[in-house]
């Protein structure tokens, strides 16, 4: 009896601790989370910004090659899996991969359903302002692309070409809309923005960014150097402007898919066209059609 009470404390033992470890390393990487987030934001040096990328980086490969990391709960795995995220997003931004920029943000946004089978968001909810604030860079940065290239096509064809649907090579020059978000992106931006205007308020979206940032087990608290910076904010939106770029946004997203979709129509309207022509045109000279082989040839069935 002795010896089974002892191993249940040991078991014991070793489950708090795995418990407390697996709860400071998702802190751990939340904290970092949190750091380069806010370097991004707040458009901070650019030496801050590569140190911050550095060493979340290094956290990222040291976790991945330590073989406990599929012993680690699911807030642990959210927490690790956020930063890796964030991490990709400051390289995509930084590399000018904006649609790939997209694509992260996106995915610490959009709803997720746990082992426990609660819907949540990969990012805490005092993150997806500053999620919301790159977004709006992208969609501002998608609104420029858009101008400047039906000024391009005005230039080259004033008359402004139209769609003919009987001629598949216009739906490619008619489509000059950009969008790094697809439709479904869009609604999740929405979404995210109508909870946070109807939770906080518009003066949520007016407020220092480090003044949003509250205590939570799954998002520390902003550091003091955050703090500094707050009267220097790169990213700022009111609600109507984030009304109408979100509205914009959701119009080129859904040109942009519907083009692409042309384009995929079009190719195959093309492959369906050769490949009919080639079936139903005159044989060559000393080329015989295969009906004409069968035509020709002994007969199928002897009798």
């Not at 492959?271 to 079936?279: F, M, N, V, Y």
């Amino acid at each position: 009896n002795t010896t089974n009470n002892n191993t249940t404390n040991n078991n014991n033992n070793s489950s708090r601790i795995r418990g407390t470890a697996c709860a400071r390393l998702g802190v751990f990487c939340g904290n970092h989370a949190l750091h380069l987030l806010k370097s991004l934001v707040l458009n901070s040096d650019a030496n801050l910004v590569s140190k911050t990328l550095l060493s979340a980086k290094e956290i990222l490969n040291a976790i991945r090659e330590d073989d406990a990391l599929p012993l680690t709960d699911g807030i642990t795995k959210s927490s690790f899996s956020l930063l890796a995220n964030v991490v990709d997003l400051a390289v995509a931004l930084a590399e000018k991969r904006n649609k790939d920029a997209a694509d992260n943000i996106v995915v610490c946004l959009a709803g997720q359903v746990d082992t426990k089978g609660v819907l949540h968001s990969l990012a805490h909810e005092t993150l997806h302002l500053d999620l919301l604030k790159l977004a709006f860079l992208l969609l501002k940065q998608d609104e420029r692309v858009t101008e400047e290239r039906l000024m391009e096509k005005a230039i080259i064809d004033p008359d402004m070409i139209l769609e003919d649907e009987h001629n598949p090579a216009s739906h490619t020059a008619a489509s000059v809309d950009f969008s790094s978000f697809d439709v479904s992106g869009i609604h999740t931006l929405l979404s995210t923005f109508k909870t946070l205007e109807a939770t906080y308020g518009h003066d949520y979206f007016n407020a220092p960014a480090a003044t949003t940032i509250q205590n939570d087990s799954n998002a520390t608290t902003a550091t003091n150097q955050n703090k500094q910076d707050t009267n220097n904010l790169a990213i700022t939106f009111s609600v109507a402007e984030m009304r109408l770029m979100l509205g914009r946004g959701l119009m080129r997203a859904f040109v942009s898919e519907n083009a692409a979709q042309k384009e995929i129509t079009a190719a195959a309207h093309i492959a369906r066209e050769t490949e009919e022509a080639a079936l139903h045109a005159p044989p060559l000279l000393g080329v015989k059609e295969q009906h004409v082989d069968l035509l020709l040839g002994p007969p199928l069935c002897q009798f």
